[in-house]
């Protein structure tokens, strides 16, 4: 493993499990200073940061005095932020048609998933604007791009509004040596995915048949993607929507399958 983050400091929220946990794995592999923070127990947050040699930080991230305690936390331990990565999210089986899903289902997801990241961002934007570098990286997702007919209408706004708010800032502080990029994962084998499958495994296989590769993405690779995203590597890239979807949102007719 390359060592392109030695001596970076970066925070991962929604770091417990899925795609959060193994970007932090993979940026800890490859030399940075990892501050995990998610609402799991405290035990157990303490001994996944215990293993990638870093810090946990419990935080709710729609708590805005909590996410501020988060990166004023990571910078008093370990004395910069270098990377942001705002992937915290969630996607309840009640986040379904616009025609069934109550408006407390719509605000809960839209406070988890894009107020959160607005959050995440106030917060760690002036300590990287002291430092004059940053890279934070907003988990969007490929449904940012696309409809579905098999709505999660609540999920798909709160992509759309990341992405949005991905683009102004990665041109607000382009000069300033701040890059924001979102990463736009496709369907992904987490625990997020694995909860659709049981609980409607026909509209899972509707997503997984318009996949061009003919499976799911896996929490390894959006890591990979995450690490190029922080590191100097992709110094020319700020405001983008980075794709890592299998190909779904450039499919019009996918192959048969073998």
């Known amino acids: 493993m390359t060592q392109r983050l030695a001596g970076r400091v970066a925070v ?27 609402i799991c127990e405290q035990s157990v947050g303490e001994a996944l940061a215990q293993d990638l040699g870093g810090l946990f930080v419990r935080t709710d991230v729609t708590d805005a005095e909590q996410v501020e305690r988060l990166f004023a936390t990571a910078k008093e331990t370990y004395g910069s932020i270098d990377i942001a990565f705002n992937n915290a999210g969630i996607s309840p089986p009640e986040d379904d048609s616009i025609l069934t899903t109550d408006l407390d289902a719509w605000r809960r997801v839209q406070e988890v998933n ?39 209408i609540s999920y798909s706004a709160s992509k759309g509004g990341v992405l949005s708010m991905t683009r102004e800032l990665g041109v607000q502080f382009a000069r300033e040596g701040i890059r924001v990029n979102a990463l736009c994962p496709g369907p992904v084998d987490t625990p997020l995915l694995t909860e659709l499958f049981a609980s409607d495994p026909e509209r899972a296989q509707r997503r997984l048949v318009h996949v061009p590769m003919g499976r799911f993405g896996r929490p390894e690779e959006m890591a990979a993607a995450v690490a190029f995203l922080a590191s100097d590597d992709s110094s020319f890239m700020t405001a983008a929507e980075f794709l890592v979807d299998g190909g779904i949102s450039s499919a019009y007719v996918t192959p048969l399958a073998d």
Not at 122 to 148: D, K, W, Y
């Open 12 to 38: 991962v929220t929604g770091g417990a499990s899925g795609i959060g946990l193994a970007s932090a794995r993979r940026l800890a592999a490859e030399g940075a200073r990892v501050v995990l923070a998610d």
């Open 114 to 152: 894009l107020t959160s990241v607005y959050l995440c961002c106030r917060a760690v934007l002036p300590h990287m604007l002291e430092q004059g570098r940053g890279s934070i990286i907003n988990t969007a997702s490929f449904v940012a791009v696309m409809g579905a007919a098999t709505s999660q």
